[in-house]
């Protein structure tokens, strides 16, 4: 780290306020986080896909200095899922809406299939995705809706919080996310054991990075599209896509210039590969980045970075009795307006925000009319406002532009690392199922992030999980070694196949799980460390960065 940059948490939220130890304690966590995301983003895939590295237009502020002045942009779109209207255009605008809310038609029949490659106009029958409790709100922006016995909406939660902060704040204290949930839902019957990890014999999993329980995205408080006193509701970012690792590598490949040019967003997506065309999001970010770059730019998610709901137009709304109908709009969470380094910040920084109406009022949000249609779904809702990103560009010249990403061939093809877990944490997500209105086989290992578990100064056969793409069958194990110095780590056992959404993608693939014991010196250097998977017989490939995290003997547990 060659600058005094630091990654400040996303809107610069403070969730210590009584408590500056843990604050500094998460702060430097997330800056962790942060810069091995970063790093994750500019290796790029070196591995298995060609014309897919060499990003040199995208930079880790940790390491380059931003100059006084450097250009900032915000970056917007629709926060509806854009894809919807893409694939089921006959679909009437309500029967989309319902969709968009509970992932079922009016006829309680989920999505049609996908009859097409849109890339590459093939003929495919895939089941809808991404999966999961809301796994189709994937424009960053998800909501769950609260109705009253009668039907009537009585509130609605947007959030856009990503997964990796939950389980960074999870990581320093559990109870303090507790009292959040509670406060934030409005829900005090909520208990810190309706967000522990369980394995499938419902036993409460400990996470060797912290010593305490682990933490399941997929609660029963933080799962779907329907909230009331019993279950559900929207804490944070759900929708495999829907990640901050994966904006920042998004952002990170579309640096990459290419011949086809970006005058079209989605035939750059699928020549890129980054993303899903025809989202809101991912083509709009991914020309806009590309274009930042072919002008002459390095670029970075601008401190803090992160996923932020824009203030609605409120034009459109009527309120019964004529109450200003921004009235009925709270910030829950995030901010309107936030100072950067060199001032304010463009557009809002919301990070989860209500709309419901008091009910000392005497009507409901459905009573409220939008373009003179009454509010039936939040989906409506999510049509007035607009979601962002800011980029900073700074001065540098733009890279030659290259062919289209594509498939690497025979001895090109390297064993590419893709996630490592503690083995207990894998075993406890990998195994336990979860719904979804289409109803594809999932489990909750869709659901993990890219945080790197830590593993502490002289732990000896820490048993852990690796999973990896592309890795060749045979009865001769990949080699698998550890970048830097006192760090092993040895396969044992065979290796198995894992269907899963790697944290990002829209769709799970096959990726192949082993087994490792991992064992550290005592004096082994703290940080992050790379790691490298290397099929029998062939040379080394590139280490994926920021696997792991090795901490001193006594910096496992932050509580």
Same mark, same amino acid.
């Given at each position: 780290?060659?600058?005094?940059?630091?990654?400040?948490?996303?809107?610069?939220?403070?969730?210590?306020?009584?408590?500056?130890?843990?604050?500094?304690?998460?702060?430097?966590?997330?800056?962790?986080?942060?810069?091995?995301?970063?790093?994750?983003?500019?290796?790029?895939?070196?591995?298995?896909?060609?014309?897919?590295?060499?990003?040199?237009?995208?930079?880790?502020?940790?390491?380059?200095?931003?100059?006084?002045?450097? /250009?900032?942009?915000?970056?917007?779109?629709?926060?509806?899922?854009?894809?919807?209207?893409?694939?089921?255009?006959?679909?009437?605008?309500?029967?989309?809406?319902?969709?968009?809310?509970?992932?079922?038609?009016?006829?309680?029949?989920?999505?049609?299939?996908?009859?097409?490659?849109?890339?590459?106009?093939?003929?495919?029958?895939?089941?809808?995705?991404?999966?999961?409790?809301?796994?189709?709100?994937?424009?960053?922006?998800?909501?769950?809706?609260?109705?009253?016995?009668?039907?009537?909406?009585?509130?609605?939660?947007?959030?856009?919080?990503?997964?990796?902060?939950?389980?960074?704040?999870?990581?320093?204290?559990?109870?303090?996310?507790?009292?959040?949930?509670?406060?934030?839902?409005?829900?005090?019957?909520?208990?810190?054991?309706?967000?522990?990890?369980?394995?499938?014999?419902?036993?409460?999993?400990?996470?060797?990075?912290?010593?305490?329980?682990?933490?399941?995205?997929?609660?029963?408080?933080?799962?779907?599209?329907?909230?009331?006193?019993?279950?559900?509701?929207?804490?944070?970012? /759900?929708?495999?896509?829907?990640?901050?690792?994966?904006?920042?590598?998004?952002? +990170?490949?579309?640096?990459?210039?290419?011949?086809?040019?970006?005058?079209?967003?989605?035939?750059?997506?699928?020549?890129?590969?980054?993303?899903?065309?025809?989202?809101?999001?991912?083509?709009?970010?991914?020309? /806009?980045?590309?274009?930042?770059? +072919?002008?002459?730019?390095?670029?970075?998610?601008?401190?803090?970075?992160?996923?932020?709901?824009?203030?609605?137009?409120?034009?459109?709304?009527?309120?019964?009795?004529?109450?200003?109908?921004?009235?009925?709009?709270?910030?829950?969470?995030?901010?309107?307006?936030?100072?950067?380094?060199?001032?304010?910040?463009?557009?809002?920084?919301?990070?989860?925000?209500?709309?419901?109406?008091?009910?000392?009022?005497?009507?409901?949000?459905?009573?409220?009319?939008?373009?003179?249609?009454?509010?039936?779904?939040?989906?409506?809702?999510?049509?007035?406002?607009?979601?962002?990103?800011?980029?900073?560009?700074?001065?540098?010249?733009?890279?030659?532009?290259?062919?289209?990403?594509?498939?690497?061939?025979? +001895?090109?093809?390297?064993?590419?690392?893709?996630?490592?877990?503690?083995?207990?944490?894998?075993?406890?997500?990998?195994?336990?199922?979860?719904?979804?209105?289409?109803?594809?086989?999932?489990?909750?290992?869709?659901?993990?992030?890219?945080?790197?578990?830590?593993?502490?100064?002289?732990?000896?056969?820490?048993?852990?999980?690796?999973?990896?793409?592309?890795?060749?069958?045979?009865?001769?194990?990949?080699?698998? +070694?550890?970048?830097?110095?006192?760090?092993?780590?040895?396969?044992?056992?065979?290796?198995?196949?894992?269907?899963?959404?790697?944290?990002?993608?829209?769709?799970?693939?096959?990726?192949?799980?082993?087994?490792?014991?991992?064992?550290?010196?005592?004096?082994?250097?703290?940080?992050?460390?790379?790691?490298?998977?290397?099929?029998?017989?062939?040379?080394?490939?590139?280490?994926?960065?920021?696997?792991?995290?090795?901490?001193?003997?006594?910096?496992?547990?932050?509580?």
């Amino acid at each position: 780290m060659n600058t005094p940059f630091q990654f400040w948490t996303p809107a610069k939220q403070i969730d210590f306020p009584n408590h500056s130890g843990m604050q500094a304690a998460l702060e430097a966590q997330w800056n962790i986080n942060l810069n091995g995301f970063t790093q994750q983003g500019i290796t790029g895939n070196p591995w298995n896909s060609t014309n897919a590295t060499g990003i040199s237009n995208y930079f880790n502020p940790l390491d380059t200095a931003i100059p006084q002045g450097a /250009t900032v942009a915000n970056i917007t779109w629709s926060a509806f899922p854009g894809r919807i209207g893409f694939y089921f255009p006959q679909l009437s605008d309500q029967e989309q809406l319902a969709l968009a809310d509970t992932g079922y038609q009016t006829n309680k029949q989920s999505f049609p299939p996908i009859t097409k490659d849109p890339c590459t106009g093939q003929s495919e029958n895939l089941p809808y995705g991404p999966y999961g409790p809301r796994g189709w709100q994937d424009e960053y922006c998800e909501w769950s809706v609260t109705r009253n016995a009668q039907g009537k909406i009585i509130r609605v939660d947007f959030v856009c919080e990503n997964p990796e902060y939950w389980n960074s704040l999870w990581m320093i204290d559990p109870n303090r996310v507790l009292e959040l949930y509670q406060s934030t839902l409005g829900k005090p019957q909520i208990r810190i054991e309706d967000l522990y990890l369980y394995d499938k014999d419902n036993k409460v999993v400990i996470d060797p990075s912290t010593g305490r329980p682990g933490y399941n995205p997929l609660n029963k408080w933080n799962s779907g599209t329907d909230s009331s006193d019993a279950a559900g509701g929207a804490m944070h970012l /759900t929708s495999t896509p829907n990640t901050l690792q994966t904006e920042i590598g998004l952002a +990170s490949a579309a640096t990459l210039q290419r011949k086809i040019g970006n005058n079209d967003p989605n035939a750059l997506i699928c020549c890129a590969q980054y993303g899903q065309p025809h989202r809101n999001s991912d083509p709009h970010i991914g020309q /806009t980045t590309n274009k930042l770059v +072919s002008f002459g730019n390095a670029v970075t998610l601008t401190n803090p970075p992160g996923l932020y709901i824009q203030m609605p137009d409120f034009s459109s709304y009527r309120t019964p009795d004529g109450t200003d109908p921004a009235a009925f709009w709270t910030i829950m969470r995030g901010t309107k307006t936030l100072n950067g380094e060199n001032g304010q910040l463009p557009g809002n920084f919301i990070l989860h925000a209500t709309y419901a109406v008091p009910p000392d009022k005497g009507y409901t949000v459905s009573d409220i009319t939008i373009n003179n249609q009454p509010i039936q779904w939040g989906g409506q809702i999510a049509r007035t406002f607009l979601m962002q990103i800011v980029a900073t560009a700074i001065d540098k010249a733009a890279p030659p532009a290259l062919d289209c990403v594509g498939p690497t061939s025979g +001895s090109d093809t390297l064993a590419q690392p893709l996630q490592l877990f503690h083995a207990d944490i894998f075993k406890a997500m990998a195994y336990r199922p979860v719904a979804n209105p289409v109803n594809q086989a999932m489990t909750l290992i869709s659901n993990s992030t890219l945080i790197a578990p830590l593993v502490r100064q002289g732990a000896l056969k820490v048993p852990m999980v690796l999973t990896g793409a592309t890795v060749q069958p045979g009865n001769r194990l990949p080699a698998v +070694s550890i970048t830097g110095d006192g760090v092993t780590a040895t396969a044992i056992g065979s290796t198995s196949s894992i269907n899963y959404a790697v944290p990002g993608n829209s769709y799970p693939s096959e990726a192949t799980a082993m087994l490792l014991e991992v064992s550290v010196a005592s004096n082994a250097t703290p940080g992050l460390r790379g790691l490298h998977l290397t099929n029998y017989g062939q040379p080394q490939g590139a280490a994926m960065p920021a696997l792991i995290n090795v901490v001193a003997a006594g910096a496992i547990q932050t509580q």
